[in-house]
């Protein structure tokens, strides 16, 4: 039987990558992580979709850009919802993450010191775009009756902004201080048996944003 792989950096282990080995181990399917250094990365970057980590290679093939792969784990073992409609919300929750990751990105790139610029306006960008987008998933989390963003299970777009949320937390502690039920669902979704086993055995995935 072929065992999936996920080749992803080894200076640092991106979202999306921590997002899917988490669903692969909440879907309780065995899966390789490899990590690729420098050296390795020069002779790997030509056969990579993108030219770009993370890649999952599945029998199939490779999929590159970490959200497909996490859509593409979700859907295959059954963490992308119920019915066709729940998927769907599913889907929108986790675009509508993604744009605001795109308008956030680079202030929090400046917040952490990896880019120069003004902190104080980085700071202010970072708490505007939050207050776009984090209101909308608060009140999903208020209307939910089981302390999932949709249905009654646990989907890839739970693990996704909970892992998002730890780091944030970490973080940027007071932008987030506004929005406390995404600290109470980030808690809910990592004290799952699976997901809370890899946490405790990987550290180091999660000390990082």
């Given at each position: 039987?072929?065992?999936?792989?996920?080749?992803?950096?080894?200076?640092?282990?991106?979202?999306?990558?921590?997002?899917?080995?988490?669903?692969?181990?909440?879907?309780?399917?065995?899966?390789?992580?490899?990590?690729?250094?420098?050296?390795?990365?020069?002779?790997?970057?030509?056969?990579?979709?993108?030219?770009?980590?993370?890649?999952?290679?599945?029998?199939?093939?490779?999929?590159?850009?970490?959200?497909?792969?996490?859509?593409?784990?979700?859907?295959?073992?059954?963490?992308?919802?119920?019915?066709?409609?729940?998927?769907?919300?599913?889907?929108?929750?986790?675009?509508?993450?993604?744009?605001?990751?795109?308008?956030?990105?680079?202030?929090?790139?400046?917040?952490?010191?990896?880019?120069?610029?003004?902190?104080?306006?980085?700071?202010?960008?970072?708490?505007?775009?939050?207050?776009?987008?984090?209101?909308h998933v608060?009140?999903?989390?208020?209307?939910?009756?089981?302390?999932?963003?949709?249905?009654?299970?646990?989907?890839?777009?739970?693990?996704?902004?909970?892992?998002?949320?730890?780091?944030?937390?970490?973080?940027?502690?007071?932008?987030?201080?506004?929005?406390?039920e995404l600290?109470?669902?980030?808690?809910?979704?990592?004290?799952?048996?699976?997901?809370?086993?890899?946490i405790e055995?990987?550290?180091?995935?999660?000390?990082?944003?």
């Open positions: 039987e072929f065992t999936p792989k996920i080749f992803s950096k080894m200076s640092r282990v991106c979202l999306y990558s921590r997002v899917a080995f988490q669903l692969f181990e909440l879907a309780g399917v065995k899966y390789e992580k490899v990590t690729v250094d420098h050296e390795s990365w020069d002779a790997l970057k030509e056969s990579c979709p993108y030219k770009k980590l993370p890649v999952l290679l599945v029998e199939d093939g490779k999929i590159g850009n970490g959200y497909s792969i996490c859509r593409y784990i979700a859907i295959k073992h059954g963490l992308s919802g119920q019915t066709h409609f729940e998927s769907a919300v599913i889907d929108s929750i986790a675009m509508e993450f993604l744009s605001y990751q795109f308008k956030a990105v680079e202030s929090f790139e400046i917040l952490l010191g990896r880019k120069e610029g003004d902190k104080a306006l980085a700071r202010d960008k970072f708490d505007a775009e939050g207050a776009k987008f984090f209101p608060v009140r999903r989390l208020k209307q939910s009756t089981t302390g999932f963003l949709v249905g009654e299970g646990c989907t890839w777009v739970d693990v996704l902004l909970a892992q998002f949320s730890s780091t944030m937390v970490n973080y940027r502690r007071n932008s987030f201080a506004a929005y406390p600290a109470t669902h980030s808690e809910f979704i990592r004290s799952i048996p699976k997901i809370a086993e890899w055995a990987n550290p180091h995935l999660n000390s990082h944003p």
